[in-house]
């Protein structure tokens, strides 16, 4: 199940790219992440609220609200960067260096996480590397 999740995330990820960088056209791109951060906030609250998971908010340890906070700021962050490079550049190279975010989160999962690197997930990350590059060089 969770493989079908995964997908759907990439397949709206590609959407993404695609209507924001013809949203984008004529418009700062702060102001078009501030309107995305808006859709995005009453859509995920609209799905707490219809799955009826508000009351959970209460038990969250402290450890959780300052990590989800930080987490928030860096995705705020990435968003803004994100919008600006789509702006400026050629979303067929923009995203896949920002999909270069899948090797740095497998680094930062070794490192940070203890995560056990495998012969398959370093090939993986090789591989995912050398395309990014592969993407954005001019020729």
Known sequence: MWFI?????????????ILAKIGIEGISSNLATAIRTVV???MAWGIVFITGT???????????????????????????????????????????????????TMILAFIVLHEVPTTKTILGGIFITIGTFIMVLKG
């Open 40 to 42: 995005v906030l009453v």
């Open 54 to 104: 508000q009351s959970q908010i209460t038990a969250l340890s402290k450890k959780s609200w300052i990590f989800l906070i930080l987490s928030g700021i860096a995705t705020g962050l990435s968003w803004l960067c994100y919008y600006k490079a789509l702006q400026i550049g050629e979303a067929s190279k923009v995203v896949p260096v920002d999909k270069f975010s899948v090797v740095i």
């Open 5 to 17: 999740f995964a997908f759907l995330s990439a397949v709206f990820a590609a959407l993404t790219s």
